[in-house]
């Protein structure tokens, strides 16, 4: 079975640019998590899609924004990109169920800002 | 509040057993993970534990819980030098339906 895969794998972008990433979970997984990874803050959680529609989120402003498609896929758009956005993004997908939920993770895609 | 707290460095010789300690906040979580991150990748699920258990085994992985003190362990037998990696604690934080991680732990493997 096919894992967690994140595209691109490595970004560079300006200030003030927007950035698109994308995430295609685990077959038949429909929830999708996605988390900032940087030194000083640790992997913090941005926010979870599950059939289409946003479940949880975290505390980002509305800079990030993100949506999933009907089959399951998920896009994580950052605009007016800062210089704090430089970070590893990773994504996550599971069944979305109750009780265990285990999430499984793609390599992340890692965005530098300049 | 959400809270998962585990010391930032293990530094361990190759051949002895590593322990990596969590100290976790929400009493409900109904489980508990432990994963794994190499330098240049995404985490990779190495265990989990259900909160209605003490211990699990997984070959070199044991993961002991301490409920009572809201405290998560995992122990790694016979340390290898492909151990070396960051290792993050999480709890399943029920009331938010969200997972919440640890900052990381980085295991360095001593020859």
């Known amino acids: 079975k096919a894992g967690v895969t994140q595209t691109p794998r490595y970004l560079i972008k300006t200030r003030g640019q927007q950035v698109t990433l994308s995430c295609s979970p685990i077959s038949g997984h429909r929830s999708v998590s996605w988390y900032q990874q940087t030194p000083g803050q640790g992997l913090q959680f941005l926010f979870e899609?599950?059939?289409?529609?946003?479940?949880n989120k975290g505390n980002f402003p509305g800079r990030f924004s993100g949506r999933q498609f009907s089959n399951s896929r998920s896009e994580m758009n950052v605009s007016t990109l800062e210089l704090g956005d430089s970070a590893l993004y990773l994504c996550?997908?599971?069944?979305?169920?109750?009780?265990?939920?285990?999430?499984?993770f793609g390599p992340g895609t890692r965005l530098t800002v300049l | 509040g959400e809270d998962v707290e585990q010391s930032l460095f293990l530094s361990v010789r190759e051949g002895d057993s590593s322990v990596i300690n969590c100290t976790y906040t929400d009493s409900s979580s109904t489980y508990l993970y432990w994963y794994k991150q190499e330098p240049g990748a995404g985490l990779q699920l190495l265990t989990y534990?259900?909160?209605?258990?003490d211990m699990k085994q997984d070959q070199r992985l044991t993961v002991l819980l301490n409920k009572k003190d809201k405290h998560l362990s995992l122990r790694i037998a016979d340390t290898q030098t492909g151990d070396s990696a960051i290792y993050f604690c999480a709890e399943d934080y029920s009331s938010a339906s969200k997972i919440i991680f640890g900052s990381g732990t980085r295991l360095s493997i001593r020859p």
């Open positions: 899609y599950f059939s289409e529609t946003q479940r």
């Open positions: 534990i259900f909160s209605n258990m």
């Open positions: 996550a997908s599971s069944f979305g169920g109750q009780g265990a939920d285990t999430q499984y």
